[in-house]
T-cell receptor
Framework: AQRVTQPEKLLSVFKGAPVELKCNYSYSGSPELFWYVQYSRQRLQLLLRHISRESIKGFTADLNKGETSFHLKKPFAQEEDSAMYYC???????????FGSGTRLLVRP | DTGVSQNPRHKITKRGQNVTFRCDPISEHNRLYWYRQTLGQGPEFLTY????????KSRLLSDRFSAERPKGSFSTLEIQRTEQGDSAMYLCASSPGLRGSTDTQYFGPGTRLTVL
């Protein structure tokens, strides 16, 4: 079965520290991976997708098919990065997204 | 605001009652999705439409749940004979209908359902 695992419910770091939000997926085909973010009192929004290989707000994520991972990284966290982050998987045969349970990132001053 | 809108934003109902939620997607978006999110979990897929056709339904969508998108624009999600376990945030999303992973899903603010 397809599944996304985010092992950390909460990640707390100080401003300026590096951040890595972990995401592992289970899928035997060619996955499409996404990171969505939800800031306080805002709706869920796309942060980045693996196929674009882009950096958004200083965040990057690399798809590692060998380790079935898509970890989200930022070298220097900012207070405004505090939010809920969800990793999501899309499989070949569908347009639905399969989400992980989310990680709350708290960046302290 | 031209984003996805959902009404009502909050709904409190008694067990056994029927409820209906509405979603208005971004104009000209072909695909529309419904998800459910419970506390501490990520959104779980319920169903999606391509224009007016309902193309996929999750096993989570029991017989008490029905969704429609009659003219390929707005959609409604109805829950009959609500149960306390139906209490959740119901999220709607829409996407333009592009191919592959460029087809971004844009989410609405959600409808929070509380079943007493």
């Amino acid at each position: 079965a397809q599944r996304v695992t985010q092992p950390e419910k909460l990640l707390s770091v100080f401003k300026g520290a590096p951040v890595e939000l972990k995401c592992n997926y289970s899928y035997s085909g060619s996955p499409e991976l996404f990171w969505y973010v939800q800031y306080s009192r805002q709706r869920l929004q796309l942060l980045l997708r693996h196929i674009s290989r882009e950096s958004i707000k200083g965040f990057t994520a690399d798809l590692n098919k060998g380790e079935t991972s898509f970890h989200l990284k930022k070298p220097f966290a900012q207070e405004e990065d505090s939010a809920m982050y969800y990793c999501a998987l899309r499989v070949d045969s569908s347009y639905k997204l399969i989400f992980g349970s989310g990680t709350r990132l708290l960046v302290r001053p | 605001d031209t984003g996805v809108s959902q009404n009502p934003r909050h709904k409190i109902t008694k067990r056994g009652q029927n409820v209906t939620f509405r979603c208005d997607p971004i104009s000209e978006h072909n695909r529309l999705y419904w998800y459910r999110q419970t506390l501490g979990q990520g959104p779980e897929f319920l169903t999606y439409f391509q224009n007016e056709a309902q193309l996929e339904k999750s096993r989570l969508l029991s017989d008490r749940f029905s969704a429609e998108r009659p003219k390929g624009s707005f959609s409604t999600l109805e829950i009959q004979r609500t149960e306390q376990g139906d209490s959740a945030m119901y999220l709607c999303a829409s996407s333009p209908g592009l191919r592959g992973s460029t087809d971004t899903q844009y989410f609405g603010p959600g409808t929070r359902l509380t079943v007493l």
